[in-house]
């Protein structure tokens, strides 16, 4: 069993707490002095997505990803856990799209669809951000290092071989 770092434990929860806090607060504008106080304390709190990515990066950073067996083993057992939660819970979204359609079309319906599939409904446009640095990380990280090479078995190009 992997050593928890508490540090990184307890800046999860606090980003937890701002997520919570984002969607709970009121927008009163800046009318009084208490909604404008109220506006600021939005905008401080508003750091939570960051501080996830930034966690999330610092972990990921550390996967073993150097051969393409590696990669493709971390994206099939990652990118499920996240984005068939997302599917399910976008259902209730979908069904109202399509119930606020003036007129039912096939092309509504199709566009309402791909919409739903690459998580376009609500929040949840979030977890394709998490999908796309899940399949972007082996990259980056080659970048990162000065390496030119996706998978050991492709061929190098511009730099000897």
């Known amino acids: 069993m992997r050593q928890r770092i508490t540090y990184f434990d307890f800046l999860r929860g606090a980003a937890i707490l701002m ?15 208490l909604a404008t ?11 939570a997505v960051p501080v996830f990515l930034a966690i999330s990066g610092f972990f990921l950073a550390h996967k073993a990803l150097d051969t393409c067996e590696e990669r493709f ?3 099939r057992r990652q990118i499920p856990k996240i984005y068939i939660p997302c599917l399910v819970w976008s259902i209730p979204f979908f069904a109202l799209s399509l119930a ?7 092309g509504g319906v199709a566009l309402r669809t791909v919409y739903t599939l690459l998580g376009g409904c609500s929040i949840y446009y979030f ?4 999908i796309q640095c899940y399949l972007l990380l082996p990259w980056l990280r080659t970048v990162n290092g000065g390496g030119n090479s996706v998978c050991p078995t492709q061929l190098r190009v511009g730099r000897g071989s």
């Not at 997520?19 to 002095?33: C, E, K, Q, S």
């Not at 106080?37 to 750091?47: A, F, K, N, P, S």
């Open 73 to 75: 083993a971390f994206w």
């Open 19 to 33: 997520v919570v806090a984002i969607h709970t607060y009121p927008n009163d504008g800046f009318a009084t002095p």
């Open 37 to 47: 106080t109220q506006m600021l304390g939005r905008q401080l709190i508003g750091c």
């Open 127 to 130: 977890i394709a951000l998490i």
């Open 100 to 106: 606020g359609m003036e007129s039912f079309s096939l």
